[in-house]
């Protein structure tokens, strides 16, 4: 067939769309119309070139569409935003906390103007980025010095790094954790240059476990607090309070409790779990702490570490620390936030407010969204008595009660969920008893909008 026979084959543009559109139930028009336009122009390239990867007898309508749709499919592996309503607070699948308004419109603020980043304006020379921080994370936990870096496996690696290489750290074996993609507190040591010393049993682990470990090459406790997983029955553990008496008579051993989430509200007064507060913690004397910003904290991806002053002073030194900091809008972020914690403002920073959501605020919520979504003879909704999660490897054993709408579809829950994953603004819920729950804790008044328009549109 000659070239201009194939040419002539090529379909209208439009045509393409219509049918991928069709396939394609949320996908915006000008996305596909591009897709569809570069499949075109790839294929009359490749005719023109006489390339031997068409076949004369090929349907090219078909080709075109395959292209395009890869292309589309593709775009999907970019960063975009969607709809948490699953009803897994901090969801890290899904970015973990989002921020407060506040701190969003500091880091835009950030990014738009120059700042004061490594320059201090009273001296009028420059200055240090720790500093822009340290003053907010010490009146917030009581510390007397801190550091921030970019995550909380980073702030345990550096601790180890830089204040136990080739020395012993002494750790119970129950405390040591996997967390997020395959990576462990044991193997972090390892790389760290620090000697490991297991104590104790899975379940069991006394105060004489760590007395019998001790000798000239020990460098330090570490407690890793088990936010991810919890073990109940005959368990017995050792608390870091107690480690510091036994430190009293080894001053030379370095205190260090990796709390992994950290608190900075008093989740536990409402009920809410047993973790720490910070501020308890350091008040016990403990020499180090580190914890994450973006989980319970409710603020950017950072890993702060808070503690002595002398030994903050090493961190801050060491080479690492430049290789490990945090950039301008993770600063801008976290001040705010914990901003937001000195004021006492609890309730701006969405991760504490949606943790704190009643399941009857949840309920009248399900009820004035039900009445804005129209009546489909293929899908049919309910209530149900529901449990949301907190998430991030937090309070494995806490549910929030909460109520969910029930979606059920003739086509089945599957069909259902990939509806709302294909909208404009991907939608993520979870599947129980082949019905899709829409957990509205996660969701707020403006994305309540998209979700009414996603369920309108589901087809039969």
Not at 25 to 38: L, M, S, Y
Not at 68 to 94: C, D, E, M, P, W
Not at 232 to 244: A, H, R
């Amino acid at each position: 067939m000659a070239k201009s026979d194939l040419l002539r084959q090529l379909p209208a543009v439009h045509e393409v769309v219509k049918e991928i559109s069709l396939e394609m139930n949320g996908k915006p028009e000008k996305e596909i119309t591009r897709a569809v336009q570069e499949a075109v122009g790839y294929w009359r390239n490749n005719i023109l070139s006489g390339s031997n990867t068409i076949d004369l007898n090929a349907d090219l309508q078909k080709l075109i569409k395959e292209t395009a749709r890869k292309k589309l499919v593709s775009s999907y592996n970019q960063i975009r935003t969607v709809i948490n309503a699953s009803g897994v607070v901090i969801h890290t699948n899904l970015g973990r906390s989002r921020l407060s308004e506040k701190a969003v419109e500091r880091m835009t603020q950030t990014a738009q103007m120059y700042s004061n980043l490594e320059y201090n304006l009273e001296k009028g020379k420059r200055g240090s980025r720790h500093d822009l921080t340290e003053e907010l994370i010490k009146r917030v936990t009581g510390a007397e010095a801190a550091i921030v870096v970019n995550n909380n496996a980073a702030a345990v690696y550096l601790v180890l790094k830089a204040l136990a290489k080739n020395k012993e750290v002494i750790v119970s074996r129950g405390e040591l954790v996997e967390i997020g993609g395959s990576f462990r507190v044991s193997s972090i040591m390892e790389e760290s240059g620090a000697i490991l010393k297991e104590v104790g049993t899975t379940n069991k682990t006394h105060l004489a476990d760590y007395e019998k470990a001790i000798n000239e090459n020990t460098g330090m406790f570490l407690k890793v607090h088990t936010s991810n997983f919890k073990i109940i029955g005959f368990t017995k553990g050792v608390s870091s309070s107690e480690l510091m008496r036994l430190k009293k008579a080894t001053p030379h051993v370095i205190m260090y409790e990796d709390l992994g989430s950290g608190a900075l509200y008093p989740f536990q007064k409402g009920g809410i779990g047993e973790e720490p507060l910070i501020s308890s913690v350091i008040k016990d004397g403990i020499d180090l702490v580190s914890f994450s910003g973006d989980k319970l904290l409710g603020g950017p991806q950072a890993g702060i570490i808070a503690g002595k002053k002398k030994y903050i002073d090493i961190l801050k030194m060491h080479q690492l620390a430049r290789v490990l900091r945090v950039d301008k809008f993770t600063i801008a972020a976290l001040n705010e936030t914990l901003t937001a914690y000195l004021n006492e403002d609890f309730l701006s920073i969405p991760t504490v407010r949606d943790i704190l959501k009643t399941s009857d605020e949840i309920k009248i919520k399900v009820y004035t969204l039900m009445r804005k979504i129209e009546d489909e003879p293929h899908l049919s909704m309910n209530i149900l008595e529901e449990f949301s999660q907190v998430g991030g490897g937090t309070m494995p054993d806490v549910q929030l009660p909460t109520y969910c709408l029930a979606l059920k579809h003739e086509k089945g829950a599957a069909y259902l969920a990939k509806h709302f994953r294909d909208h404009e603004v991907p939608i993520i819920v979870r599947i129980k008893d082949d019905e899709v729950l829409l957990d509205l804790r996660t969701v707020t008044d403006d994305e309540e909008k998209i979700l009414i328009e996603a369920i309108n549109s589901v087809t039969a």
